[in-house]
């Protein structure tokens, strides 16, 4: 039965209805809240059986859900691409919390977060290539039902500002809705109108007073994460900009993996608590995009061969947007075309067995075969897969995809992009003080 042989990786994704294992799982209680400490945030895959957000209709097969999930990359891709080429620096001044233009598809992963006086409890979508922070609101229209709604009106702390405040000023499409600060932004395919916010916001033992954050009044033509974002991007008035008293521009994260049944990710806040002894690689700032983190990749290895890669098709450059970023959005590695073609060539080479293809992915194997590391080279710093890093197998262990694509066709793309598969069960650390990014192996448990 074709639904019995997916892709094991992305059997979370699909409804438990096929998959009596993942209800199991589900009703043994291991998808019961772990709770959070210090400053230290469970994360869970979006799709993961246990997420509330997994999709109201999910796709009924598996090769739909395939589809489905790299028609989201590639839709993302798209976006991530389009706001490279000739983004106006004015846009340097933004945002409390948003520019549009940082805005992005969905993300992937979430974490616990509470908003308002008493706490009103959400899962919120983290995105760190965004810098925007908002929340569905209780009169939204065209939010999803499966929204948890805020009510700002059982919220004794929370503060609607007005028009002539400072942070309105700086607003892109603002507009006054009486005396209230009201702004429209796109993220991805969706229009949002928000009215601009504060209130106390608590991330796992902390609480941030007075945050800054949209209150989503509409939303149209596209889907936005059910509860709201948490955008972890490093530009000007950010979640890292505002909380910067408290956490000094760093965190980290675990991304568990797809089949994680449990918050077993962390995303860890502020400086405490890092590893110490991680190689690291400095950060590149693109003050056209400058919530990206980028980073130098200067080779790409595939088990201990050096690919030829054109320089051109690594190398960092401002104004065009090339270069290389961490993303935790995408959920599969992009890499632009003569890139992908070296992994790849090489990739087959090694593997030497039939090459089939699947949905997005051109390099799948059916049977066994031995598989060469990949190893992603960075200035300081060189992050070598790991098979689950690597290829997404089917359940009987037939089929079994190198899980990385070039850029899509129709997109003339200069980024790569290390996605969050590729991330999964290392610690990613985001030191900005210092200008770095480290990666180290490290199965998520919390
Ligand atoms: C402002 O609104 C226009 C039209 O709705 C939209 O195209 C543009 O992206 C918005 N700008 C920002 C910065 O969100
Ligand atoms: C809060 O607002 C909602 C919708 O705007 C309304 O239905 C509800 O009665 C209000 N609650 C209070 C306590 O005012
Ligand atoms: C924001 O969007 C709303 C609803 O689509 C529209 O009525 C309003 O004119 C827009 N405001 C700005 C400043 O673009
Ligand atoms: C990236 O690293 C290469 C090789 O070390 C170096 O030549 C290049 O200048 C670096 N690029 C940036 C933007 O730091
Ligand atoms: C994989 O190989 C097995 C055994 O040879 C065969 O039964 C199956 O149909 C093949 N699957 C695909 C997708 O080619
Ligand atoms: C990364 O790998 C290359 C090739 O094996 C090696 O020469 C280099 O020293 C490594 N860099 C670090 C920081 O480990």
């Known amino acids: 039965m074709a639904l019995y042989s997916p892709f094991l990786v992305l059997l979370a994704t699909l409804p438990s209805l096929f998959f009596p294992f993942t209800l199991a799982i589900s009703s043994t209680g291991l998808c019961s809240a772990r709770p959070d400490h210090d400053s230290t945030l469970h994360i869970l895959p979006t799709y993961s059986p246990c997420s509330p957000l997994q999709p109201s209709t999910p796709p009924s097969r ?5 589809l489905f999930l790299s028609n989201r990359d590639v839709s993302r891709f798209s976006y991530l691409s389009s706001l490279l080429a000739a983004a106006p620096t004015s846009h340097r001044s933004f945002v409390p919390i948003a520019s549009g233009r940082n805005l992005l598809q969905s ?39 499966s929204s948890a709604f805020f009510s700002p009106n059982r919220s004794s702390s929370f503060v609607s500002l007005p028009c002539n405040s400072p942070q309105c000023s700086q607003l892109p499409n603002r507009s006054c809705s009486g005396k209230t600060c009201t702004f429209n932004l796109t993220y991805g395919a969706a229009s949002i109108s928000s009215s601009l916010s504060q209130d106390s916001l608590s991330l796992a033992a902390d609480s941030i007073n007075s945050y800054t954050f949209g209150c989503v009044v509409s939303a149209s033509g596209g889907s936005i994460p059910p509860q709201g974002l ?9 979640f890292l900009s505002q909380t910067k008293n408290l956490y000094f521009s760093t965190f980290s994260y675990c991304l568990p993996g797809f089949r994680s049944p449990n918050f077993a990710g962390t995303l860890r806040l502020g400086p405490s608590g890092q590893p110490k002894r ?20 200067t080779a790409i290895r595939v088990g201990r061969k050096r690919l030829l890669i054109p320089p051109a098709a690594l190398a960092f450059n401002p104004l065009t947007g090339a270069g290389t970023i961490f993303d935790s959005g995408t959920m599969f590695t992009r890499l632009v075309s003569p890139a992908y ?50 290829v997404i197998h ?15 066709d129709n997109v003339n793309s200069v980024l790569n992009v290390i996605a969050s598969m590729q991330q999964q069960n290392h610690r990613v650390v985001f030191d900005l003080p210092n200008g770095r990014v480290g990666v180290s192996r490290e199965p998520c448990t919390s």
């Open 62 to 66: 598996f090769l739909d859900t395939l």
């Open 107 to 145: 993300s992937t992963y979430v974490a616990r977060a509470s908003l308002g006086t008493p706490p009103q409890p959400f899962l919120v979508a983290l995105d760190i290539s965004s810098d925007a922070a908002w929340f569905p609101c209780s009169s939204c229209s065209g939010c999803t039902s």
């Open 230 to 238: 948490l955008g972890l991007g490093r530009g000007p008035l950010s």
């Open 278 to 297: 991680i190689h690291t690689t400095p950060l590149l700032s693109n003050p056209h995009r400058p919530s990206l983190y980028y980073v130098n990749m």
């Open 341 to 390: 073609t070296a992994v790849r060539d090489e990739f087959r080479r090694r593997v030497n067995s039939p090459v089939t293809s699947l949905g997005g992915f051109d390099t799948c194997y059916n049977g066994s075969v031995v598989l060469p590391t990949i190893t992603f080279e960075f200035d300081g710093m060189n992050m070598t897969l790991s098979e689950e890093n690597t």
């Open 394 to 408: 089917s359940s009987s262990g037939t089929l079994s995809c190198l899980a990385m694509a070039s850029a899509p």
